[in-house]
């Protein structure tokens, strides 16, 4: 049974627009999400995470928002470029334990 | 800059081989894990180790096994490769109090026919 689940497979956006990744999660003990990028033939790299005390993360074009009462959160790009084509990894679970990695959403930004 | 290498990128094996996959981190993390990634799936936790010698099953481990002897080194074995283990297997380091954070190795394509 996935904790944590990406329904969107794929997504396309223009460069220059916004990007926006949803992930969902089942269990209300998870107190921290990350999100990870993978480019092909490299292993996944850590982009950008959230406690559940916040409700928003910001770094640079990246920015994560957390909706506790909906279990969701959302990786948001803005603007996108191209080298932001990736697979992008949601991950969850509770500080300092293991996490449990959504099935991934390929985001292609077209020039 | 952090270093997690994985032994193969590619490896073909026939069913009923014992395989190893070797993963090797630069970092001194005390906890290293080993994943498989599958299409609709995501990464999926086989198991994971918080220290030499110290190995805790995850969310898939049934027909594997893992051996740490040294810090840097896990391992990842399958006593007799199904076909059902055709993945991609990912290794990961991460620091004795941010779990969370992880370093992940290229990644190991498996194929077993």
């Known amino acids: 049974d996935q904790q944590v689940k990406q329904n969107s497979p794929s997504l396309s956006v223009q460069e220059g627009r916004i990007s926006i990744l949803n992930c969902d999660y089942t269990n209300s003990m998870f107190d921290y999400f990350l999100w990870y990028k993978k480019y092909p033939a490299e292993g996944p790299t850590f982009l950008i995470s959230i406690s559940s005390i916040k409700d928003k993360n910001e770094d640079g074009r990246f920015t994560v928002f957390l909706n506790k009462s909906a279990k969701h959160l959302s990786l948001h790009i803005v603007p996108s470029q191209p080298g932001d084509s990736a697979v992008y990894f949601c991950?969850?679970?509770?500080?300092?334990?293991?996490?449990?990695f959504g099935a991934g959403t390929r985001l292609t930004v077209k020039p | 800059d952090v270093k997690v290498t994985q032994s193969s990128r590619y490896l073909v094996k026939r069913t009923g081989e014992k395989v190893f996959l070797e993963c090797v981190q630069d970092m001194d993390h005390e906890n290293m894990f080993w994943y498989r990634q599958d299409p609709g799936l995501g990464l999926r936790l086989i198991y994971f180790s918080y220290d030499v010698k110290m190995k805790e099953k995850g969310d898939i481990p049934e027909g594997y096994s893992v051996s740490r002897e040294k810090k840097e080194r896990f391992s990842l074995i399958l006593e007799s490769a199904s076909t059902n283990q055709t993945s991609m297997y990912l290794c990961?380091?991460?620091?004795?109090?941010?779990?969370?954070?992880?370093?992940f190795g290229p990644g190991t394509r498996l194929l077993v026919l």
């Open positions: 990961a380091g991460a620091r004795g109090g941010l779990r969370e954070t992880q370093y």
């Open positions: 991950a969850a679970g509770v500080r300092n334990n293991d996490m449990r």
